[in-house]
């Protein structure tokens, strides 16, 4: 195997199950991530001369843990790591070799991101960045911040973190209820940046799918009473169960509408939907559990063949009481597009304020669609555009353009 494509692989494979690890060790944020960063640049410059080696994520880890240790000696790090890293230091210097499987200290560490002295607004994308490996660039872009600034943001939250001394370790049952919605925040939003490379082709978001829904898990045996922690499972299953139909046998994006409900997963339906059922006794309904519903709705599709659109803006509806957001907002006129009629939906889209939504792709697309059922062909054209220009992956765009051109409007 390609020595560089040996350390991508593991990077995407391994890196936040290394840094929770190294942190939960060090009690240092910072320094593990830099020290995990030295041993993927060592790997770089050693792994092309001597050779991948047969278990990568050990010889990762033992690299960083050097390096972990070489910062206390010469720094003298704080006393409330010292300990910590005199263990380690011992462990390499006796030239232990860490276990086949190391604990998967993920879930420790996104709990100490939700902790109360973190600014609220650092707390997700933090939790995005150490755990789950999205870069300050990736986050800025979703949380529609300056990279810079989230940056700062990020750096400040890590400071706090070995400042306050906070524990590496899942807290108490009593302090897991204020930090689980950022936690399950963090990760539907990991879910969804790897939900959104629809062909797979960007490398720092292959598998953050499927990592996503790991950790979900995770939070659900955790947290067996927790109906939230089931609705965001049952949301991204039901989201998995139609990831054969996406695509086309030509690779092209295919929209939920237009999906052959013969490729959808009934195994992971029924999952999903035992999962609804089984948080419905708890009778807290929060945003996960209604955003599962919808989907639940669509869902229908493949077993009636047809949709309850009311339904779905009866949901919608609920979830704007309990969780109002642009995304909400848009799904449910277009729900009510498909209820009502085009010219309902567009009355809906028209009462947003135009800043919120100049740069979210899926206002301008259903745009776009909204006037184009209604025969309003000069606007559906610039909405087109704007959707066009918007659209980072090429099948979406592709898709676009030709229903752009479909609808008598120009492509961009």
Avoid at 54 to 78: F, G, I, M, N, Y
Avoid at 276 to 294: D, K, S
Wanted: charged share 25%; net charge neutral; aromatic share 6%.
């Amino acid at each position: 195997m390609d020595a560089r494509l040996a350390v991508e692989a593991a990077a995407r494979a391994s890196y936040g199950r290394l840094v929770a690890y190294l942190a939960s060790r060090s009690r240092d944020l910072a320094a593990a991530e830099d020290a995990l960063a030295d041993s993927f640049r060592a790997a770089l410059e050693t792994w092309p001369r001597d050779g991948v080696p047969r278990k990568p994520e050990a010889w990762l880890l033992v690299a960083a843990r050097r390096r972990l240790t070489d910062l206390s000696r010469h720094d003298q790090v704080r006393a409330a790591a010292s300990p910590t890293l005199a263990i380690l230091a011992e462990e390499v210097e006796a030239g232990e070799a860490p276990a086949a499987s190391f604990p998967d200290e993920r879930l420790a560490l996104l709990f100490v991101c939700a902790h109360p002295a973190i600014d609220p607004a650092a707390r997700t994308p933090l939790m995005l960045q150490t755990v789950l490996g999205l870069d300050a660039a990736r986050i800025a872009s979703a949380f529609l911040v300056a990279p810079a600034a989230m940056g700062q943001r990020l750096t400040r939250a890590k400071g706090k973190i070995r400042d306050a001394g906070i524990a590496f370790e899942v807290p108490d049952t009593s302090e897991l209820a204020p930090r689980l919605e950022a936690v399950l925040a963090a990760i539907y939003a990991a879910y969804g940046a790897g939900w959104d490379d629809l062909a797979g082709a960007d490398p720092r978001r292959r598998g953050l799918a499927e990592e996503a829904v790991f950790l979900a898990r995770v939070v659900v045996q955790l947290l067996p009473a927790e109906p939230e922690a089931k609705g965001l499972l049952a949301l991204m299953l039901h989201c998995e169960a139609r990831r054969q139909a996406r695509r086309d046998v030509a690779g092209a994006f295919v929209p939920l509408s237009e999906q052959d409900t013969g490729l959808w997963s009934r195994r992971l339906m029924d999952e999903a939907e035992g999962l609804l059922a089984a948080a419905a006794p708890a009778r807290r309904l929060g945003r996960f559990q209604l955003e599962a519903a919808i989907q639940s709705a669509h869902a229908e599709r493949a077993r009636s063949g047809g949709v309850d659109w009311p339904a779905i803006v009866a949901l919608y509806d609920g979830l704007m009481l309990v969780a109002p957001s642009i995304g909400a907002l848009v799904g449910r006129a277009a729900a009510v597009g498909e209820s009502s009629g085009p010219a309902a939906g567009l009355a809906l889209l028209h009462g947003v304020p135009a800043a919120a939504v100049a740069q979210y792709q899926p206002f301008w697309a259903l745009n776009a669609h909204l006037l184009s059922r209604l025969g309003r062909r000069a606007e559906a054209t610039a909405a087109y555009d704007s959707a066009i220009g918007l659209a980072t992956d090429p099948q979406v765009r592709a898709f676009l353009i030709e229903r752009a051109a479909a609808a008598g409007a120009s492509e961009a």
